[in-house]
C-alpha cells in the first residue's frame, strides 16, 4: 500500500461510510486536533518520562486514535466492527483513576497554576492546551453529532495532562509558579 493515494488532491477526503468531505469540513477539523494531540503526546514521551507516566500515554496515544475513528464515522458502525476503535466508561474511569492516584501525592492547588516549569512538564501543559482545543472543535460538531462517550474522554484527558503535568514537576522538584 502506498502512502500517497492521490484521494486528496482536490481537497476532500473520506470518512467511514465511504462519504467524501472536504478537508476543511468540522469534522476532519476535530480529527486533525486529536491527531496533533496525539502528536504532542509523542513529543512528551520523547522527554523521557518516568515508566509509569510513559505507559499511561502510550495508553492514551492508542486511544486517541479510538477517538479519532470515532469522528470519523458519523454513523457510528466503526466501533462496532473494529475493537480498538471501541472507547468505553472504562477509559475514561481508567483516567479518573490515574488522577486521583496522582493528585495524592500533589500539594493542593490554592491559584492558578502558570504553565511551565520542566521541559516534560511544560510540554504536558502544552499538551493540556491543544487538548483543550481539540474538545472545543468536537463539541462544534454538535453534542448530538458526536458519541458521548468522545465528549466525556477528551474532558477529563485535559484534567489528567494537568495533573501529569504537576505531578512531573514536582518529581523533578521544579517549583510551581502560581498567578
Known amino acids: 500500500m502506498k502512502i500517497y493515494t492521490r484521494t ?3 481537497g476532500e477526503t473520506g470518512l467511514f461510510g465511504g462519504t467524501r468531505v472536504v478537508k476543511s469540513h468540522g469534522r476532519v477539523d476535530a480529527c486533525g486536533e486529536i491527531d496533533e494531540l496525539n502528536a504532542w503526546l509523542g513529543l512528551v514521551r520523547a522527554s523521557r518520562l518516568d515508566p509509569d507516566l510513559d505507559e499511561t500515554l502510550d495508553t492514551i496515544q492508542r486511544d486517541l486514535l479510538a477517538v479519532g475513528a470515532l469522528l470519523a464515522d458519523p454513523g457510528r458502525k466503526i466501533a462496532a466492527r473494529v475493537e480498538k476503535a471501541a472507547l468505553t466508561t472504562d477509559d475514561v474511569a481508567n483516567l479518573e483513576q490515574t488522577i486521583d492516584r ?3 501525592s500533589l500539594p493542593a492547588l ?3 497554576l502558570l504553565p511551565g516549569g520542566s521541559q516534560s512538564g511544560a510540554l504536558l501543559h502544552l499538551a493540556r492546551a491543544v487538548c ?3 474538545e472545543r472543535r468536537v463539541v462544534s460538531l454538535g453534542i448530538a453529532d458526536v458519541d458521548p462517550i468522545v465528549l466525556t474522554y477528551v474532558n477529563r484527558l485535559s484534567d ?3 495533573v501529569m503535568a504537576r505531578t512531573v514537576n514536582q518529581r523533578l522538584g521544579v517549583q510551581e509558579h502560581e498567578w
Open 102 to 104: 496522582l493528585e495524592a
Open 132 to 134: 483543550r482545543r481539540a
Open 160 to 162: 489528567l495532562l494537568f
Open 110 to 112: 490554592r491559584r492558578f
Open 8 to 10: 486528496g488532491d482536490r
